[in-house]
Each structure stands twice: as C-alpha cells, then as structure tokens.
C-alpha cells in the first residue's frame, strides 16, 4: 500500500475537535443536523434537516430527558444521595437513566413490558440496572402502575417522565436552541416530531415558536392508535397520577417509544399552548421502509421511531414549495431493534449473490495451521494429559475463548456438574511460557486424532467434541456413560440429571449454520 502524506488528506470532510470531559453526563447533547441527500427526499427544492439523537452516549434522544429529571430531582431535594431510582419505560428513557444512575451512584430500576426489544434490557442491566418485565397486555399503564407501586412501597424516586417539567426543559434549553444554531439563517418552516411523553414536542416547541413563530410544528402518532386524532381527552390524576385510565383509541403498534395508551400530560400542554399546528399518522411498515431508505441512501441507521417521523417528513416534502426546510426527529438508532421487524428480513447467512461473488476469484489457499511441538513418547506432555484424563471422570480439553468450548460447558452445567468436571485451557497464560500448551495440544492430537476443541474425555476414555456432546444428548447416548461414572445428579424434585429437559443446540453458537436453533 502507498504511503499516505498529511497534504495527501487535505480538504477531506474531518469531525469537530475532540473534547475533554469530566463525565459521560457532558457528552449528552449538541448532536448533529444532517442534510439528507436528494436521493432520499426526492422532492426538488425541498431540503429536509434530521436532527440525529443516535449521536447522543446511549444512542437516543432520552439522555437528555434522563440528565435532566435526575439533576431537577437533586435540585429540588427529592432525590437524595444513594436513593434508588424508578421508571417505566419502552427502553431508551430506561438506558439513558441507567446510564446517568451509573455516573451518579443511584441504584436503577426499570419497570417495561416484556414486548419491547430484548437488546434494551440487556442494555440497562449491562450498565448496573434492574429490569422488572410487565405482562404486555397490561400496555404502557401497566407499566406506569408498577413503577409508582414499587416507589411508593419502597420509598424510592420516581422522575415521572409524562408529565415532569424538567423533561420538557431540557428540549427547550438544548434541542431546540441546537436546532436553531444549526440552521442559522435558514427558516425552519416545519418540524416534524412524534409523541412519546411529550417532553421533546413541548420543550422543542416552544423553542422554536419562540424564534420562529411561522414555523409549523408537526406532531406524529401510529396511524392504529390515533390518541390526539380522536379528541379524546386523557383524565389526569386518581392513584396512578399520570392517567385515570387508559385511552379508547389506544392499539399496538411497530413505533417503540411512541404513543403509550395514555395521552401524556405534556402533550396536552403542549396542544394547549397551540404549539401543534398539525398532526399526521404513519404505520409501522412505512416507518421500516423509510429507514432502510435512510440507511441505503444516506448511511444513517435509525430505528423505527426516526423511520416514522422521516416516513411524514418524505410525505409533506412531496407537497412542499421549493426552498422548503423541514427539520426532522431522529430519535435513536437501529441497532436498537435488530431483535424487531425492522431488521426481520434482512438476512444472517450470505445472500445467493454475495455466495457468487465469494466464488468469483479462484479459490484462496487455506491459511496455514501452527506448526506443533514433536510430541516425546513418555514425556512431561504424554504424561500430563493421561494423567488429567484418568484422575478426573470429566476432562474437557478447551481454549479459553471458544464458544465451542462454551457449549460443553453450558450442556454440562445445565445437568447440574458444574464444580464436577475439570477444564484445561491450553491456550492460556499458565501454558505459554516454554510453548507448553501447544505440546499438551500435539499430545492430544496424537492421542485422540483430532485437531479441534474441545475434546471431552469421560470416565478416562475420548468422547468427542461440541456436536458430539449435543448428538449424543439428543440420541441419548451421553447419559448411560455419565450414569457409569456416577455423574447423574437428581434435581429437587427427584428428576435424573437436573431435570434438564431442554435441546443441547442451545449451547451451540447461534451463528453456526448447522445449528438448527440458530439465529435468523
């Protein structure tokens, strides 16, 4: 490859400066506003702005709802030093508070229906939190029930995201004065945004109003669960505070993070500050279309709550005049929802015309193996592993960091033998010095014939490996050899190993062609 000089790179498009922070909690705002290409607007003379919150540390808009009801909490005393914290959430109010909780030192709790992406869970329990699932049926005020059930047992804090002032604040002190430095001199003639709790409508509203009183401020709901066009009111107040009861109207939809069966009380002050000047309807198939669109044409990743607010973008840019600047919400980013519709027919195995192209050059030789060590009949090698493998009734002959290996070990542990077999990793640090695991390695090649790990012995004698172990499972050929070496361990409630009842290719990597539970 040529060498590349400074000059050689000049004029090429360079980020802003990189910044010094303290804290994560700095890094939450100023997030781009990015042009998109006319390839996507297809509409001549219409420029549509996305304002792009994936840019935010948790990749959505909600960090900055989430910073700003935790530090009001702390202003205003009713959050105190190592109080816990509790909140119902779709998922990235819930991540951006598991985030702020973690730099702060408050415990986090999140209350969310079972229904919405796995990632987000696994997301905030990554970042320290606790995630209580809802029955789905019981919608987004089941949700909000238990949260103000367990605050309130528990004498925990409870931002109330529907209907804190602080959540509308934040949009109108960052966002929407962001958006307003961006355009500059540019008029913004719409803003197109949905309704999750209403902070950013509000809070971006009047923002913009307050500069911009011409703009038109579009609000975007589910074309199924049409809250704000049926003028039915949500009554506020009762036990539960942020509803009295859920709407009529409310139906589920593809659009996470939009529209919960309530209308939150900030979405009504912001109809009653007549900051909406229009409201449009989107379903979540042209959501998923408008963001692979995005992603196509642009390189912009958003998930399907973007995908809905650009889908209405796209559709007024049609009837727009030209000069027409409509600036858009992109909420989060997609990889929030590779577990959803959105990314349901994108595939995981190689297309038929990217297999072709793979066999389009000929063949690439086969990277070379290592060379391993001569193995010395009766020598320190030989002698460890026949003497690992006859003191132990389970030997597995692993690498620390193969997944392969992993599924022995699952399988096993799923029997209840955890504790009960021996792992030997021979790739790890103990074994490198002096090339010794690679002589352990080349004593059991030439023992066992294969090259490959694991290599599980039982009761003394090779098995075989990962699919071996699973195949027997299945045929039921594993489990005489484990009774013979005394390694059947009876469940609690008098069932033969463990009581385990599951498939074996559960453990296998879920990448693995062959592995009939793989993921699509």
Not at 96 to 120: D, I, T, W
Not at 472 to 483: A, E, N, S, Y
Request: net charge negative; proline share 6%; aromatic share 8%.
């Amino acid at each position: 490859m040529a060498s590349v000089a400074p000059e050689d790179i000049e004029g090429i498009s360079a980020p802003a400066a990189a910044q010094l922070h303290d804290s994560v909690l700095t890094t939450i705002g100023n997030t781009p506003l990015i042009k998109l290409s006319n390839k996507t607007v297809n509409a001549p003379g219409v420029n549509i702005y996305v304002k792009c919150e994936q840019f935010n540390p948790m990749s959505s808009v909600k960090d900055r709802l989430a910073v700003g009801c935790i530090e009001w909490g702390e202003k205003n005393g009713q959050l105190k030093p190592g109080q816990t914290v509790v909140e119902a959430s779709s998922g990235n109010t819930g991540i951006g508070l598991a985030m702020v909780c973690a730099a702060k030192g408050y415990p986090f709790v999140c209350v969310m229906a079972e229904s919405f992406s796995v990632e987000r869970r696994k997301l905030m329990r990554f970042l320290g939190a606790k995630v209580i699932l809802t029955n789905p049926a019981h919608k987004g005020s089941g949700m909000v029930i238990k949260a103000k059930e367990l605050a309130d047992h528990f004498g925990w804090f409870r931002p109330c995201q529907f209907e804190n002032e602080a959540n509308a604040a934040i949009h109108e002190t960052t966002t929407g004065p962001e958006i307003l430095a961006a355009m500059g001199d540019r008029p913004i003639n719409m803003f197109v945004c949905a309704y999750g709790t209403g902070g950013t409508l509000k809070g971006v509203g009047k923002a913009l109003k307050g500069a911009s009183p011409a703009t038109q401020v579009v609000a975007c709901e589910p074309d199924n669960a049409p809250l704000l066009y049926s003028e039915i009111p949500t009554e506020y107040g009762g036990p539960h505070e942020s509803f009295v009861s859920p709407h009529p109207c409310w139906r589920p939809h593809l659009l996470q993070g939009w529209a919960p069966d309530f209308i939150p009380k900030l979405v009504s002050e912001a109809q009653a500050l007549n900051l909406v000047d229009n409201v449009q309807h989107v379903g979540g198939d042209e959501a998923i279309q408008a963001c692979k669109q995005l992603a196509a044409n642009d390189g912009l990743l958003s998930g399907t709550s973007g995908g809905g607010t650009l889908a209405v973008a796209l559709r007024l840019a049609q009837s727009a005049e030209p000069g027409t600047n409509i600036v858009c919400m992109l909420a989060d980013t997609g990889e929030r929802y590779l577990s959803t519709p959105l990314f349901a027919d994108t595939p995981a195995d190689m297309t038929e015309e990217e297999k072709a192209l793979s066999a389009a050059p000929a063949a690439a030789a086969v990277p070379p193996a290592i060379e391993l060590p001569e193995v010395e009949e009766g020598g320190a090698a030989v002698t460890f592993v026949n003497e690992t493998n006859s003191a132990n009734k389970i030997v597995v002959w692993s690498l620390q960091y193969c997944e392969f290996c992993w599924t022995v070990f699952g399988l096993l542990d799923a029997l209840g033998l955890k504790g009960q077999y021996t792992v030997v990793n021979i790739d790890s640090f103990e074994y490198a010095k002096g090339n010794t695991g690679n002589k352990y390695r080349a004593a059991l090649s030439k023992l066992t014939g294969v090259n490959t790990f694991p290599q599980v012995f039982l009761n003394g004698k090779f098995y075989g490996g990962a699919v071996d172990a699973a195949m027997g499972w299945k045929k039921g050929t594993l489990q005489p050899l484990l009774v013979d070496g005394g390694l059947n361990v009876t469940s609690a409630d008098g069932k033969d190993f463990n009581g385990y009842e599951g498939d074996p290719f559960e453990f296998l990597p879920k990448w693995m062609t062959q592995n009939p539970l793989r993921s699509k």
